[in-house]
């Protein structure tokens, strides 16, 4: 299994997807309306803080992936309990965007299709394709990655005649306290869901390259959300914004004389695509290798069925899931993006310094 | 793969029949005449081409000679020539000999023909002479001179009706496996060009000739592909088509991982990339491995032309392609679904051409495409000269009358006819898309784009796992290889091609600077 490798561009684009994933039809940190810019900066670079840590802490842990790491830094017992917990963790935020996927088609697209069944064909191709390996993964996410920013760029463009420039003003009306709120979501969405790559790092085929691919993808993906957020609020307006469910399905249907509503569909389908199959990827691996069993593709149908359930049961509807989405999940996510792998960083300091010494003397 | 095949053929093809004529492996060469002639007789009992001709000379006719060929593979006038009337005269104009020595002096300054083996048993002599050689027996001798006087009649090579250009050889490959390796060496003179052979089919016996550039090819590749054609058992291989079902490696895939030609041109280009030919005696199709997905949008003009052209043609073979694939369903899933998305006025003529028809855009759409096919088949199977009258009840009936008589709409018609002829532009995938038509048709109709979109995704997924012989299918564009996209969608002059494929090669590669390293598998 460790002998399938990926690439830089693969690794980039993988994470590019993944950070555009349900970002790309939710629109984040909505919390601070037309200072949310701000906020998109501001937890941007939280965000590339963030991944950074990751990137070190799998760079000071070389081709071990996160349940190893845990296990060792942490002994095996709390290891296994954290690594647990890690699955869980993976688990839930593949149904969320499962589930968000499902109520953007339901809402938009088909509104008539029980959502199990829109949620239910796309988790099987899923596991067909997370069964397929992390190398065609990788390939997978080559071919159809690039399509989102160009999706994105020919709307932008489309739209630009629609347009109030003074849309974003007035500058911090309401104080600092909800853009730091927002900046604080953003970071937990979708850069903290990042640490599901530390179960991908061990994969790729330069180490040295690592920080390059993580710093770069965190970058582009911010630049692309601040432009649609731009591109949203100068043309719907802030008040709109707030309002609307889809904002950026919304915006695309301003196009004049046009309608280009399923290419929407399509960012979705691959940025939440390639989402859920990472962190499907990531709990069966943890899965197994806390098991014990040999080949994670035995445990991909069980998780996927698992997700697609949590998915439909664990919300009553689109509002319950944002409000949870936004008010929740922040919080809930806090140990697993932030605390843990910094105590896990510390720790592989500490040992990093330990060990040299207790080389030399045994 | 290969092996399960085996195991299945073991167990489940009726078709090997138990073989009568039994010659064991090293059955010796009976040491009189008589007996070579009985034994011979009795292996080709009831064989009326073959030929047996008994020479007697010396002085008191002690001398005996065996001539035994094959009526028909053998040019009677060059064998007299070269071989019955020098032996003739040395065996009368001579003193007696002794066996041996006549054997050696036969062979060494009698024969005037060049081309002289050994068969040191019974199975090489029966061998040869179902291959077209000609046996020469001697008396008292276990060995045989094998002499190859074929007559190399067959079809004259001529331009291949299936692969047509504009610029370009016009030679084609032909049946006769002899003529298709000269037509080779012709384009490439370099003695590492190898010619490797085999014999295949437990029946037909026939021959098969693995062809590559020695230090080009990937070694690996070569080895594999001897490996996967040894592992065939198989009772007959009457076309190179069967030798590509048996490797290809991939037995429940669409798409072909095998790539097949005609053209003499094309083959040495890809030879000379790093590929590995098969040919396959009684086949003008030489197969090409490993193919990958990007092959079936080249063509052997884009290399003749300039750049800019062949850029554009292939980025409109592509296009060709996903609309050959995709339209039908995305008709479907328009016209039932996201009416939203079409423009105002082309829905007012839209509706206006839908009105007063039973079908629902699904089984319009299933109906015209099924009736396009059978006139494709229909034109295929069909004497020639019946072809003008099919042509003229396709466009009439299925045109015209359809649309008049209410069964189809009119931009159907217009839907169908364009798929069709964008199916014809990319020809070695023209299966592939005609199946995954009616799958996206379905998925159109009950899921819209979204189950476009879905499909697609399925098709990608299984594009990215496909490998051919070690090579992932999808290659150069995933995974990523710089330098292999100057040949890929977009086509640099030929002058700034300066290196061979990398993916093609990977043990070289693997070297190089910046390349990428890759772990050549061969998964089935």
């Known amino acids: 299994m460790e002998k399938e490798k990926i690439s830089g561009i693969q690794l980039f684009l993988l994470l590019l997807g993944f950070l555009f994933g349900s970002t790309v039809i939710l629109g984040p940190a909505m919390g601070a309306k037309n200072d949310a810019w701000l906020a998109i900066i501001l937890g941007g670079a939280t965000g590339v803080l963030l991944m950074q840590v990751y990137v070190a802490i799998s760079l000071l842990n070389p081709s071990k992936a996160l349940v190893d790491i845990l296990r060792e830094k942490m002994g095996k017992v709390a290891g296994n309990i954290i690594a647990i917990l890690y699955i869980w963790y993976f688990i839930h935020l593949a149904s969320l965007v499962l589930r968000d996927f499902g109520e953007f088609i339901c809402t ?255 | 793969m290969p092996g399960k095949t085996s195991k299945q053929y073991k167990n489940g093809n009726q078709n090997i029949i138990h073989d009568y004529t039994q010659i064991s492996a090293s059955e010796p060469i009976p040491g009189t005449i008589e007996a070579v002639s009985a034994r011979l007789g009795e292996i080709f ?12 000379c010396g002085r008191n006719g002690q001398i005996k000679i065996l001539v035994a060929y094959i009526n028909g593979f053998v040019d009677k006038r060059v064998l007299n020539q070269d071989v019955i009337h020098p032996v003739l005269n040395f ?16 062979k060494k300054c009698v024969v005037i023909n060049n081309d002289i083996k050994e068969a040191g048993d019974m199975q090489q002599a029966v061998e040869g002479i179902l291959s077209g050689e000609t046996l020469l027996f001697i008396d008292g001798e276990s060995k045989a001179l094998v002499i190859g ?45 190898k010619l490797e052979i085999m014999q295949l089919g437990k029946q037909t016996k026939t021959d098969v000739c693995i062809c590559y550039i020695k230090g080009i090819a990937n070694e690996k590749i070569v080895r594999e ?47 000379l990339e790093g590929r590995v030919a098969i040919l396959c005696d009684g086949s003008p199709y030489v197969l090409t491995v490993p193919f990958l997905f990007i092959e079936s949008i080249q063509t052997p003009d884009d290399y003749y032309d300039h750049a800019y052209f062949a850029t554009f043609m292939r980025l409109l073979r592509l296009m060709a392609l996903m609309v050959s694939t995709l339209l039908p369903g995305m008709y479907v899933a ?42 494709r088949e229909a ?5 020639r000269p019946v072809g003008q009258a099919l042509s003229i009840v396709g466009a009439i009936v299925l045109g015209e009358a359809s649309v008049a008589a209410g069964i189809a709409s009119n931009l159907m018609v217009i839907i169908v006819a364009i798929t069709a002829i964008c199916s014809f532009v ?99």
């Open chain 2, 45 to 56: 009992s009831d064989c009326c081409d073959f030929i047996t001709r008994e020479i007697s």
């Open chain 1, 108 to 362: 938009v697209t088909f509104p008539e299709t029980p959502m199990v069944v829109v949620i239910a064909i796309f988790a099987f191709i899923l596991v067909y394709a997370v069964n397929s390996g992390i190398e065609v993964l990788g390939r997978l996410g080559e071919l159809l990655v690039p399509i989102i920013p160009l999706v994105t760029l020919i709307i932008s463009l489309s739209i630009i005649t629609v347009r109030d420039f003074t849309a974003f003003l007035p500058v911090l009306e309401n104080g600092m306290s909800p853009v730091l709120k927002a900046a604080f979501n953003f970071v937990t969405f979708p850069f903290g869901e990042t640490i599901a790559f530390l179960m991908l790092f061990p994969h790729l085929n330069k180490k040295d390259k690592l920080k390059n691919v993580v710093f770069l993808s965190a970058v582009t993906s911010t630049i692309v959300v601040i432009i649609v957020f731009f591109r949203d609020i100068i043309v719907l307006g802030s008040d709109l914004m707030s309002r609307s469910t889809f904002t950026p399905h919304l915006s695309s249907l301003l196009i004049p004389g046009l309608n280009i509503e399923p290419l929407i569909d399509i960012n979705l389908l691959i940025g939440g695509g390639i989402k859920i199959s990472v962190c499907i990827y990531a709990a069966a691996r943890a899965l197994s290798q806390i098991t014990g069993i040999d080949d994670y593709r035995k445990l991909t149908g069980a998780i996927a069925t698992f997700c697609v359930v949590l998915s439909i049961w664990g919300f009553g509807n689109v509002l319950e899931l944002f409000i949870w989405s936004e008010k929740v999940w922040p919080y809930y996510s806090f140990p697993f993006q932030i605390a843990i792998p910094l105590l896990l960083l510390l720790l592989s300091l500490i040992k990093k310094g330990k060990s040299p010494n207790a080389g030399t003397k045994k």
């Open chain 2, 379 to 383: 034109g295929i199977r069909m004497p």
């Open chain 2, 149 to 193: 006087v074929k007559d190399p009649r067959g079809r004259q090579v001529e331009e291949p009706d299936s692969e047509t250009s504009i610029r370009g050889a016009r030679e084609g490959f032909v049946e006769n496996l002899l003529t298709n390796t000269t037509l080779i060496r012709k384009r490439i003179k370099n003695p590492n060009l």
């Open chain 2, 426 to 524: 990319v020809p070695p995938l023209i299966r592939a898309t005609m199946l995954l038509r009616f799958v996206f048709l379905a998925a159109a109709n009950f899921f819209g784009f979204l189950g476009i979109s879905f499909v697609s995704v399925v098709v990608l997924i299984h594009l990215c796992r496909l490998r051919s012989f070690g090579v992932p299918y999808m290659a150069p564009f995933s995974p990523l290889t710089l330098s292999d996209l100057k040949d890929s969608l977009i086509m640099v002059p030929i002058w700034a091609m300066l290196t061979r494929p990398k993916i093609l090669r990977q043990e070289n590669a693997r070297g190089a600077k910046g390349s990428k390293r890759q772990e050549l598998k061969t998964r089935p």
């Open chain 2, 225 to 271: 592909v001897k490996e996967r054609l040894r592992k065939i058992k198989t009772d007959a291989i009457l076309d190179s088509g069967i030798i590509e079902q048996f490797i290809s490696g991939t037995r429940l895939s669409l798409f072909p991982t095998v790539g097949n030609s005609e053209k003499c041109d094309k083959l040495a280009g890809k030879l």
């Open chain 2, 91 to 106: 065996l009368s104009g001579t003193e007696l000999h002794e066996g041996s020595c006549i054997y050696e002096r036969l």
């Open chain 2, 334 to 375: 328009l016209v039932s679904f996201h009416h939203t998305v079409i423009p105002f006025k082309l829905m007012i003529t839209l509706a206006a051409s839908r009105q007063g028809i039973p079908f629902s855009p699904f089984i319009e759409a299933i109906l015209m495409i099924i009736a396009f096919e059978l006139l």
